[in-house]
Structures are given as structure tokens and as C-alpha cells.
């Protein structure tokens, strides 16, 4: 029972898959916005090729030399700023994150973390322990003592919201009092680890100049800044390759954790770190050793992604693709009352669905609703955040303009159908629209950080009797994620 699936109210068999689309055991085609792990398209070619190939010839474990492992790290390392020049093989995010943390408890012998309220960095016991996604569902006392939460920097819903002068500082400010805090309790801080961008906090985007203040503050109190890439890098967010890339190039994390879209749907992962870092954990007489971690084929496969994602333009299609969603998505923003916020970059986009415009409140029952309506037109969309009410698009990086249009389209007909099923009205629309409207197109002016975002706050008040919805979709409290 605690092994969760998609729709378990009426389950999917997937058979096959190719690009971004999914097909059941009765051959009926399903659209894929949800799969961030099948990065480059389902079963593409080209990798599927490149494993073929050197599953013939060896796979093998790392203590043997094997040009593979060489040539993977160094065009992988040649994505990302110089300093990151050490690669770790392993096999999960997961796996990724827990050596991560080895290596920031080992670097100086400090053991506290320092995490991100709503955060998720793995199944594990060790990364249960510091996500707060996880570990409060066990309850209030369920945080460990070396464990501390910062408030996540989201400006919708957040302490400081987009009105706020500064956010970026002032989250910031709050994990720095954090480090006082616990060193005037004889605590030393090992890491301050964040999701570049939060995908099952709710696909939260964090402002501008936040990264920066929050490492130098983790600096200087003898830690270090672990910036976890799994759902959000190679490509995703399009301008960059990287998400913390959008914080700027003054930013550079110490250790930068990778997996899901890094193989295509092969388990692999890695953690990339500086040679300092390394050199200092070696020195310790521990050595590494993973079995399958960086073996042949599993490299061989990553090459074959970065590949793709190159020779396919995968990173401007996020870009272009990203864009026009972001535009089409912003319509339905001005239209309809449950759409409260808009926001996203790339081909990694958040729609937070409200009762009420003004307070924010989540739209739960809603969103849960919209996900199945969703699947009886075949499209997979998924539902997550604290509240459940964050629509989740994070699809396969072959996503195109038309499967934006056709989901979009979808979706908004659904909206209109729900919020005349209820009796929700927009009030003074067109003084909403003039204070709202802030449409992304590939030309805008949003090109910088996570500027390239769009969030349309403060819209017009909403009622709403739901009554429909505490029926019909009594499934609520079930958390739909992948």
C-alpha cells in the first residue's frame, strides 16, 4: 500500500512510448507532460543504439580503466563553470544526493544541513532526513536535530512575496539567521542544500541574487552550497544548461547533484564537485568505490543524451516550446478565477489553481479534478506542491508548439466547465487584465535569471460555494507526483 501510482482510481498500463507520447496495452496514445526522466524522448534512437552497442562489447565496474568514463566526464564537466571539475558515478538522484552529503560532512568535519521547507532530495533514509516534503508526514517530531528548515523562497505564497523590495535578500537573511542560531548552540553548519528550482515544493522558482547571499552566508560558517540538478538540469529551463545558472554567472554551487534526465530513463547519476572538496575527502583514507556506478554502458548512454540534446537543439526548443506555453498559459490567467499564479521557465512550468484569487487559497479538490478530466483525454499531467494544487509541466524535452496548443486548449475548456459547475465569477475583468497582463514570447525582455519566469499575481476576488468538488473528487488527499 505504501507503493503509490499514477490514477489509482483508474490506472494506466503503459506498454511502449516513443518521443513524448505513451501508448496503453490497448495501443490508445497519451501525451506526456510529466516525464522529466525521459528527457530526450522516450526510447530515442539514438541512445537506445549507443547501450546496444556497448552492451556487446563490456559492461564492467570502475576499478577497470575504460575510455568512457573519461570522455563522458569531460564533456559533462564542460557544461558547467571550471571549478566543478570532479565527477562521482552513481546510479540514483537519490544515490547522488547521499554522497553529496558524505562528501560536505566529510569536507570539515561538520555535520548540520541546512534545508528548504516543502523540499524532496530522495528516498533514502539520509535525504528523508532532510526533506521536509517527506518528513512531515510523519509528523511533528519527526525532524532530526541537525536538521534546519529555511523558509523556501517563493514569492506567491511565501513569507516575502512579490511585493517585497528585496526577497532574494530577505530569504536569505533568514537562513542566515538560522547559522547564528545554531552556532550559538555549538552547532556547525556542513551544507545548505536546495533544489535549483523546487519541483515537488510546487515548482518554485527562486528569485534573483537569493543563491549568492545564501552561499557566501554557508561560506563563511565552514559549509558548503549543494545545488541538487535532478529534475531541473541538462537543458530544461533552455537558456541555460543548468538551473542554478539562473541566479547568475557570479554563482557557482560547490557540489552539483544530477540524475533522472541524465540517462534517459538508464539508471545513472552523478555528483560533480571541486578538486578541493575531493582532494580533501581523499585525503581522509575513505575511499570511493561504487559497483555499477560509471560503468561503460551507463556512460556510454550519457554521451549519447548530451548527444542529442545538442545535435536536436533540445535546449532551444525548451526555450521556444517553454515561451509559447508560458504565453498561451498566461491567457488563461486573465480568463478564469481558479488560475491563481503562472509560473516557469523552459520546459519546467507551474499553474497554481486558487478558490480565491486575493487570499490564494488552494484549489486542492480542483486541481485533482483537473488531472483525471486531463486523462480522459489523454494527456498526463500531474498535480503537486504543499497544498496539491500546483499543475506540474515538466515533459520530455521533444515537447513540441502544437502539444502545448492541444493542452492548453484542454485545459481551458475544463477551467470554463468547472468554474460554471460552481458559480465562480471574475470580478471588474478588465481593470484584472490591465494589472495582470504580462505576456512571454520569445523576443521579451524577461532574458535574464529567472526574469525569464512569468507570475501573474493579485487578480480580482473569486467566491465559491465547493461543494462539487468535496464530492466528486474525495481522492484529494491522495499526492499524485513522480
Known amino acids: 500500500p505504501s507503493c503509490k501510482i499514477f490514477f489509482d482510481k483508474d490506472p494506466l498500463k503503459i506498454v511502449r512510448a516513443q518521443g513524448q507520447y505513451m501508448f496503453d496495452e490497448k495501443g490508445e496514445k497519451y501525451l506526456d507532460c ?288 517553454g515561451n509559447y506555453l508560458l504565453e498561451l498559459l498566461a491567457e488563461q490567467k486573465e480568463k478564469h478565477p481558479l488560475v491563481g499564479d503562472i509560473r516557469g521557465v523552459g520546459l519546467f512550468v507551474g499553474v497554481d489553481l486558487v478558490k480565491d484569487q486575493q487570499k490564494r487559497t488552494p484549489a486542492t479538490a480542483e486541481a485533482l479534478h483537473l488531472i483525471y478530466k486531463l486523462k480522459e483525454h489523454q494527456i498526463l499531467l500531474s498535480a503537486d506542491g504543499p497544498h496539491r494544487n500546483i499543475l506540474k509541466f515538466k515533459p520530455p524535452m521533444c515537447f513540441t508548439m502544437e502539444d502545448a496548443k492541444r493542452v492548453v486548449e484542454i485545459i481551458d475548456a475544463l477551467l470554463t466547465e468547472m468554474e460554471e459547475a460552481t458559480g465562480m465569477k471574475i470580478e471588474n475583468n478588465a481593470s484584472t487584465n490591465a494589472q495582470c497582463k504580462r505576456k512571454t514570447t520569445e523576443g521579451s525582455s524577461q532574458s535574464e535569471g529567472a526574469n525569464e519566469s512569468i507570475s501573474h499575481m493579485n487578480g480580482a476576488a473569486c467566491r465559491q460555494e465547493n461543494g462539487l468538488y468535496s464530492k466528486k473528487c474525495s481522492v484529494a488527499s491522495r499526492r499524485i507526483r513522480t
Open 34 to 321: 510529466i516525464n522529466n526522466v525521459a528527457h530526450v524522448g522516450h526510447s530515442h534512437p539514438h541512445v537506445i543504439k549507443a547501450a546496444t552497442k556497448q552492451m556487446e562489447l563490456l559492461n564492467t565496474n570502475s576499478r577497470f580503466l575504460h575510455d568512457n568514463l573519461v570522455q563522458y566526464a569531460q564533456r559533462l564537466t564542460a557544461t558547467l563553470p571550471e571549478k566543478l571539475s570532479v565527477c562521482y558515478f552513481v546510479n540514483s538522484g537519490s544515490e547522488a544526493n547521499d554522497l553529496a552529503l558524505r562528501l560536505s560532512r566529510q569536507y570539515r568535519g561538520h555535520q548540520d544541513v541546512i534545508t528548504l521547507e516543502n523540499a524532496y532530495h530522495g528516498h533514502v533514509t539520509s535525504l528523508i532526513d532532510i526533506s521536509p516534503y517527506k518528513f512531515n508526514q510523519l509528523g511533528k517530531d519527526s525532524k532530526k536535530e541537525f536538521v534546519h528548515v529555511a523558509p523556501s523562497p517563493d514569492v506567491y505564497r511565501g513569507k516575502y512575496r512579490e511585493d517585497h523590495p528585496d526577497p532574494a535578500s530577505a530569504y536569505a537573511e533568514e537562513v542566515k539567521k538560522i547559522i547564528e542560531e545554531t552556532q550559538k548552540n555549538g552547532r556547525k553548519i556542513a551544507a545548505f542544500i536546495a533544489e535549483s528550482m523546487q519541483s515537488c515544493g510546487g515548482q518554485i522558482i527562486p528569485p534573483v541574487g537569493y543563491f549568492q547571499k545564501v552561499a557566501e552566508y554557508v561560506r563563511a560558517a565552514g559549509g558548503v552550497f549543494i545545488a541538487d540538478e535532478v529534475q531541473v538540469g541538462f537543458g530544461r529551463v533552455g537558456k541555460h544548461f543548468w538551473a542554478f545558472q539562473l541566479q547568475g554567472e557570479d554563482f557557482v554551487p560547490d557540489i552539483v547533484t544530477m540524475g533522472k534526465p541524465i540517462g534517459n530513463g538508464h539508471p545513472m547519476s552523478c555528483v560533480v564537485t571541486t578538486r578541493e572538496i575531493a582532494e580533501s575527502v581523499g585525503a581522509s583514507g575513505l575511499e570511493y568505490f561504487n559497483t555499477f556506478g560509471g560503468n561503460p554502458v551507463s556512460c556510454a548512454i550519457g554521451l549519447a543524451v548530451l548527444e542529442v540534446i545538442e545535435k536536436e537543439d533540445l535546449q532551444g526548443n525548451a526555450a521556444r516550446v
